[in-house]
Nanobody, 122 residues
Framework: QVQLVESGGGLVQAGGSLRLSCAAS????????MSWFRQAPGKEREFVAA???????AYADSVKGRFTISRDIAMNTLFLQMNSLKPEDTGVYYC????????????????WGQGTQVTVSS
């Protein structure tokens, strides 16, 4: 059974940093696209960053230059380093794995974590 467990969320002031982790288990994740999404209250879930199975990295324009996605293959863990945080970065952050199409679209993913709350105060 595949499981994705996020951690590292919290409350931080604008300009601060957080590092999110997503521990994956249940099968091998090498060569698999893994991504981060976020959802603010009243809004749709939106793409944040992806580390594709071929090693290519992609970011949403809103986080380019501030967020960094990485993966520890040996530990089966996905990370999201978030710097220069802004109040508009507030939301629940989700880890997703196994995209079967457009990696920026949530419906294409087979597996999701439960999410971790990130709140950025102004």
């Amino acid at each position: 059974q595949v499981q994705l467990v996020e951690s590292g969320g919290g409350l931080v002031q604008a300009g601060g940093s957080l590092r999110l982790s997503c521990a994956a288990s249940g099968r091998a994740f090498s060569g698999v696209t893994m991504s981060w999404f976020r959802q603010a209250p009243g809004k749709e879930r939106e793409f944040v960053a992806a580390l594709r199975g071929n090693g290519v990295i992609a970011y949403a324009d809103s986080v380019k230059g501030r967020f960094t996605i990485s993966r520890d293959i040996a530990m089966n863990t996905l990370f999201l380093q978030m710097n220069s945080l802004k109040p508009e970065d507030t939301g629940v952050y989700y880890c997703a794995a196994f995209s079967r199409g457009d990696y920026t679209r949530p419906p294409t993913y087979d597996y999701w974590g439960q999410g971790t709350q990130v709140t950025v105060s102004s």
